[in-house]
């Protein structure tokens, strides 16, 4: 049994949640979100709160319970506050600014790395500190993983990008005899 399907799902005032034919829509202040979902999980909206049910109790609807509430959940958190992560790029020469629809970044290569920001996010770029903003979980943590990932932090000078709190295991260097 899921202990995460289980629970019962409030949805805040000023938020609006429909299910119709396998679409899930959650509309509040930030925007709008719709996502699908397999018939094999019934979504009940009643009274303020939403509960999610599985229709046949196999080894994938269980899965699938608790993955759906969870998505139900992030919809709603993000239709209300939006969701944000911060990148921190740290090393002498490296740079990042926002120009139009592009993250560029100075990363030590010999070209500048264009990313282009996708359509939903709020990106801003100041004294190295990368920070996306957005409604959709999903799209702000894969944005930001990808950026993350054209400059891993490395473990000498600890130089590279990292998210705002994720701690570097710090390696010690030569020894000279």
């Given amino acids: 049994m899921s202990r995460i399907g289980k629970k019962i799902i409030a949805i805040p005032a000023g938020t609006e949640v429909?299910?119709?034919s396998g679409v899930?829509?959650?509309?509040g202040s930030q925007g709008t979100l719709s996502k699908t979902f397999k018939g094999d999980i019934l979504v009940n909206i009643a009274d303020g709160?939403?509960?999610l049910s599985p229709k046949i109790m196999n080894l994938?609807?269980?899965?699938?319970?608790?993955t759906?509430?969870?998505h139900v959940m992030n919809m709603i958190t993000g239709v209300t506050t939006p969701f944000t992560k911060k990148l921190i790029l740290e090393g002498i020469g490296y740079k990042s600014e926002v120009k139009g629809t592009n993250l560029v970044l100075a990363l030590g290569f010999s070209h500048p790395v264009n990313v282009p920001i996708p359509e939903g996010l709020k990106v801003t770029a100041d004294k190295n500190v990368i920070t996306v903003t957005g409604i959709d979980k999903e799209v702000v943590g894969e944005f930001a993983a990808?950026?993350?990932a054209l400059k891993k932090p490395e473990?000498?000078?600890g130089k590279g990008m990292r998210y705002d709190g994720e701690v570097i295991k710090r390696k010690q260097g030569k020894k000279t005899a």
């Fill in 18 to 20: 429909s299910f119709t």
């Fill in 24 to 27: 899930l829509t959650v509309k």
């Fill in 49 to 51: 709160n939403v509960t």
């Fill in 60 to 66: 994938e609807n269980k899965a699938l319970w608790g």
């Fill in 68 to 70: 759906y509430a969870s």
């Fill in 146 to 148: 990808s950026v993350r």
């Fill in 155 to 157: 473990p000498y000078k």
